[in-house]
């Protein structure tokens, strides 16, 4: 089978699409054939090892799981003779973790992995990158931001994968949304619901004077020592992107501040509670309150171009392989 795997870290011309041998599930995996993939902003950091430290588990010089991708959308295709809750046939979606491997043909999971049925009104392309942004998303406003209906919140990087759910998310939730994003998305930000749209290009919103409950720095673009000026007295900062500085302040705001800088590791959480937000993300989205925005679909044979994009920082939404 083809799978797009990383040489060593660095530039996008170290990923080589290979053929390597197609997976064999165990009794209790099962195995399927993936028809969508994502490529996200947290997949070029893991090909560039960013943060440095990241090397430390997944590996030195190169990645001791080489095959490239976390978000997949399938059908089920074969399944381990001790497994119950799955069938051939099924369209599944979900995300490997820190197993990879989802930039491929195939890919074997545990059966009670992170997986779920697809919404059946949404494509394989849509359905991939439900683990990436939404789910991201849903756990910084709902679990770590504790957002309330009425809430000010801001959305910096409005425009991304994170970011476009983000603004539809706060929205159901009943926040009032201020969307930034760049001069070329204002449009399409306002039509996912934002209440007002910030080009950043003309408007620093931690100079502007207003103050928001949530500030939600989808792209690490900012600080929580610039920001916390655009806080309400009990507001929260939240970020994705954790580096020192977000890690000293996440310690000192838990104990001398009300206001607070917050990260969640939202990939790491445990299975069962990434299928529960999954579960409430498949909802939204069947019933339409949810719409995935995707930017660029590429051949999986393209996957160093769909990585130079993702790095260009200017995509739409999602980027995402098809096998």
């Keep these: 089978m083809k799978a797009v795997v990383c040489t060593r870290y660095g530039s996008p011309d170290f990923l080589k699409v290979r053929h390597i041998t197609r997976p064999t599930p165990g009794s209790k995996e099962i195995r399927i054939k993936v028809y969508a993939s994502a490529v996200t902003a947290a997949d070029t950091m893991m090909r560039r090892a960013i943060p440095k430290v990241s090397k430390l588990f997944l590996g030195w010089n190169k990645p001791k799981k080489d095959v490239m991708g976390t978000g997949f959308a399938g059908i089920v295709e074969a399944v381990g003779k001790e497994v119950s809750k799955w069938r051939v046939g099924d369209q599944v979606f979900g995300e490997a973790g820190l197993d990879f491997g989802a930039n491929a043909e195939y890919l074997v999971m545990p059966e009670d992995g992170v997986i779920m049925k697809k919404p059946l009104n949404i494509s394989f392309e849509a359905a991939a990158t439900i683990c990436d942004g939404p789910l991201t998303s849903l756990n ?3 679990e770590l931001g504790q957002i309330q209906a009425g809430d000010r919140v801001l959305i910096n990087g409005a425009s ?3 970011g476009t759910a983000a603004v539809q998310l706060a929205k159901y939730y009943g926040a009032h949304v201020t969307g930034v994003c760049g001069p070329s998305n204002i449009a399409m930000v ?3 619901g934002a209440d007002r749209v910030l080009d950043y290009t003309k408007v620093d919103f ?6 928001y409950d949530i500030i939600y720095d989808t792209v690490g673009k900012s600080s929580f020592a610039k920001a916390k000026k655009a806080l309400a007295p009990t507001g929260r900062y939240l970020s994705p992107v954790l580096d020192l500085q977000l890690l000293f302040q996440m310690i000192w705001t838990s104990k001398f501040s009300k206001k607070k800088a917050l990260f969640s590791a939202t990939g790491l959480m445990p299975s069962l509670r990434l299928r529960e937000m999954g579960a409430t993300l498949s909802e939204l989205i069947a019933t339409e309150q949810l719409k995935i925005v995707v930017d660029k679909v590429y051949q999986l044979d393209d996957a160093a171009a769909a990585h130079r994009y ?13 096998a």
């Design 190 to 192: 306002a039509k996912l």
């Design 160 to 162: 991304g994968a994170l």
């Design 206 to 211: 931690t100079e502007e004077g207003k103050t």
């Design 140 to 142: 910084f406003l709902k």
């Design 310 to 322: 993702v790095d260009s920082g200017h995509k739409r939404g999602n980027v995402v392989l098809v």
